[in-house]
């Protein structure tokens, strides 16, 4: 087959399955799923080997498997998690080989009785080592009652588990795949067309070691005799050949997109010189050489008739507000506006302070928007971005709705970017305006991912911090050393330092989370009566972590107690001590973050990260990383290191771009091959980009506008 004869697309409607109608249609389309082939690459989260019985007493921590024995003791206890008493059916069953408990939290009378003393049981569930025994909490069971039904274990293909959203379930989604895999393998089909060996399109190892076809039904149906775990590696050529491709659309797309955008014509704007030399002279302190270069390529950038894309990487604490300013004076100085947009109400408002402070003294106004802006407020804010009479916008990701009409766009801040989608920033371009774009984060990531994540972006690097900055001391205790940091805790408030006290919860309840910092909150005072201790979470009001925040930075509060939502960007030089509990659940990164909040002023700052036992193998090499550096940028790569290949991205980074088999990380040596065959594909075979692109990203709102 060749490029050129390549079908208008891959075009077969999901009514020609059978048990498609309408309405299942329409449910498919909530998975985006519109013609059969999308079904083949609906790829799978994860597999199941339901294909062989594992002796229990061959069963390791976290294995998922499926287990048959007798159970030989079966009874109800309780336990207390706050005032409420849960009732909990602990099952033993065993197999001869060994033993396991199976933990039942909510189960009928009908249940209890299915599980009771001698009956035989095949369960499937993930193991468990607690203390010294092993455990399924709820694993799938069904009573096996001849010897017949024993053997009716699958025995075809590892188990696929699917995304699947309600009224699409996994047999039903096993079902359409099946269907689509026939016609892929009927003979002769042409169903499918392997873009990437047309003409020799691409000469890459991914490509070549395996062809899209098998790829397809290996992914869907891997034989038994492949290791689970092998699979959640994703190294097999079949993985491999389908993430090449997955990077290659993603490439592809965000190749558009920077064409689209940049074959606007950009409006070039002054470089503002003037305004911008009366806002630093107001400075109580001298930019760094750092800050200088960035503004100087933002000024090159933003002369050219064509938007400006750029991505400033600079470590918590380099000062990358100041250049973010100083970029929207350059719009300002052109009588246009500028907007800028974090990602939390706190960062925003924060930024919204600093901003009406500098704005003042230049004359210039300042509009507040955000998603909890009251009405009235609301509609004045509206009117003057409207009108122009404001000359920069701060806020949330309210920016972003319909409502909101700027006069004349023509700078767009983004802070703190890994928070945003790309369908995000597509929204801001879509304000009618090809606006100069300037997006700033603080969690540096090597040059290949950025370039993946992000697309050919400009980049500056702010690599390097304000003088006179001490290094944050670091250091590492137990939980039973907490007396210790209370007594600490006390002398630095004593010696009129202010402290941030970090609570941290693995539960994922944002509620508990916020009791707990309560809780902590009033332990604490119990502790320090001579104290003020604040509190500030999630769930509170936006108006009183305002005052809370602001008491913080009046000093009215000596100590902060705060769940992780002051992570981003808050800003307060006098505190010069954090505290964060349960310090090993969290990521390097946002620990980094975290950390970043103390060492902002001239005196010396610590962090002390209390951990609890047990300890992890990688928690232990995480916070070892975190005593022994200060810089975002090495414990950027250690955590790369650390977290190594097979190792899922943390929520933040993958964020900013969801893949549906690729790893940014783990596949980060095919990413130079991706490059260059996007690259041949828009010179050479533009046609192409166009379906391949679709097949991997049809539906996805976020590639819409491209
Ligand atoms: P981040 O890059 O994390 O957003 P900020 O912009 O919040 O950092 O700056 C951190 C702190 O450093 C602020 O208190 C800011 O006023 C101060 N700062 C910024 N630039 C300089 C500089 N050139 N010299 C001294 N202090 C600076
Ligand atoms: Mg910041």
């Given at each position: 087959m060749t490029a050129s004869s390549k079908q208008p697309g891959d075009l077969t409607a999901l009514t020609s399955l059978k048990g498609v109608g309408p309405r299942m249609v329409e449910k498919l389309a909530r998975l985006n799923l519109q013609r059969v082939q999308d079904l083949l690459f609906h790829l799978p989260l994860r597999y199941e080997d339901r294909t062989r019985i594992v002796a229990i007493g061959g069963l390791h921590h976290s294995d998922r498997a499926v287990i048959e024995g007798v159970v030989e003791h079966s009874a109800i206890s309780f336990s207390r998690s706050g005032r409420q008493r849960r009732r909990i059916l602990m099952v033993h069953l065993a197999d001869g080989t060994g033993a396991i408990k199976l933990r039942f939290f909510n189960f009928s009378k009908a249940q209890q009785e299915k599980l009771s003393k001698g009956k035989r049981l095949r369960c499937y569930g993930e193991v468990r080592r607690v203390t010294n025994h092993l455990e399924m909490i709820h694993p799938e069971f069904s009573e096996i009652l001849a010897q017949a039904e024993?053997?009716?274990?699958?025995?075809?293909t590892l188990t696929a588990i699917y995304p699947a959203t309600e009224g699409v379930h996994q047999l039903t989604l096993k079902n359409l795949i099946d269907q689509a895999l026939a016609l892929l393998n009927?003979?002769?089909?042409?169903?499918?067309?392997?873009?990437?060996t047309a003409d020799d399109l691409i000469n890459i190892p991914a490509a070549n070691a395996i062809d899209l076809k098998s790829a397809i039904n290996f992914i869907h149906r891997p034989p038994p005799e492949v290791q689970v775990a092998q699979l959640e590696q994703g190294q097999h050529p079949s993985q491999q050949r389908l993430a090449f491709e997955e990077l290659l659309a993603h490439q592809l797309s965000l190749q558009q997109l920077r064409q689209k955008i940049q074959s606007q014509a950009g409006e070039a704007l002054s470089d503002g010189a003037e305004l911008l030399q009366a806002y630093i002279k107001q400075l109580p302190f001298e930019l760094t050489t750092a800050q200088k270069k960035v503004i100087e390529a933002v000024q090159k950038d933003i002369a050219q008739p064509r938007p400006m894309l750029r991505l400033v990487q600079g470590d918590v604490g380099s000062g990358k507000t100041v250049v973010a300013f100083a970029a929207c004076l350059m719009a300002v100085k052109s009588g246009r506006q500028a907007a800028v947009m974090a990602p939390t109400e706190i960062l925003a408002e924060q930024h919204y302070q600093n901003f009406s402070l500098w704005a003042e003294q230049l004359g210039l106004t300042i509009a507040w928007l955000s998603g909890k802006t009251k009405i009235k407020q609301r509609r004045e804010m509206l009117q003057i971005i409207k009108n122009g009479a404001a000359n920069i916008v701060v806020g949330t990701h309210a920016l972003f709705q319909d409502e909101v009409e700027f006069k004349h766009l023509s700078m767009v801040v983004i802070d703190e970017?890994?928070?945003?989608?790309v369908h995000q920033r597509l929204a801001l371009k879509n304000k009618g305006v090809s606006a100069h774009q300037l997006i700033m984060t603080a969690t540096p990531i090597p040059r290949t991912l950025a370039m993946t994540a992000y697309g050919d972006l400009d980049v500056s690097v702010i690599d390097e911090l304000p003088p006179g900055r001490t290094p944050i001391k670091t250091v590492v205790l137990p939980e039973v050393r907490r007396p210790d940091v209370i007594q600490r805790v006390a002398a630095a408030i004593a010696e009129g330092s202010q402290v941030y006290w970090v609570c941290t919860l693995v539960e994922e309840s944002e509620v508990l989370q916020c009791q707990a910092a309560e809780e902590t909150q009033l332990l604490l005072q119990q502790q320090m009566p001579a104290f003020s201790i604040g509190l500030v979470h999630g769930r509170m009001k936006s108006a009183e972590k305002e005052s809370v925040m602001q008491q913080f930075k009046n000093k009215e509060i000596n100590l902060l107690v705060a769940t992780t939502v002051i992570e981003v960007g808050v800003d307060v030089p006098n505190a010069s001590l954090m505290i964060i509990e349960n310090?090993?659940?969290?990521g390097l990164s946002q620990l980094h973050q975290l950390r970043g909040?103390?060492?902002?002023?001239s005196a010396a700052s610590s962090c002390v990260l209390i951990y609890s036992q047990p300890l992890s193998k990688t928690a232990k090499k995480r916070l070892a990383v975190m005593r022994e550096t200060n810089s975002g940028f090495d414990i950027a790569e250690e955590d790369l290191k650390i977290r190594g290949p097979g190792e899922v991205l943390g929520t933040k980074q993958t964020g900013m771009m969801q893949f549906r088999i690729a790893d940014i990380l783990r596949d980060e040596a095919l990413i130079p091959v991706v490059h260059q065959a996007a690259e041949k594909i828009v010179k050479q075979f533009p046609d192409l980009a166009e379906p391949i692109i679709r097949r991997w990203l049809s539906g996805a709102e976020q590639y819409g506008e491209v």
């Open positions: 024993a053997e009716a274990v699958e025995k075809q009927a003979k002769d089909s042409n169903f499918l067309i392997d873009y990437l970017q890994h928070r945003f989608g310090a090993e659940r969290l909040r103390v060492g902002r002023g």
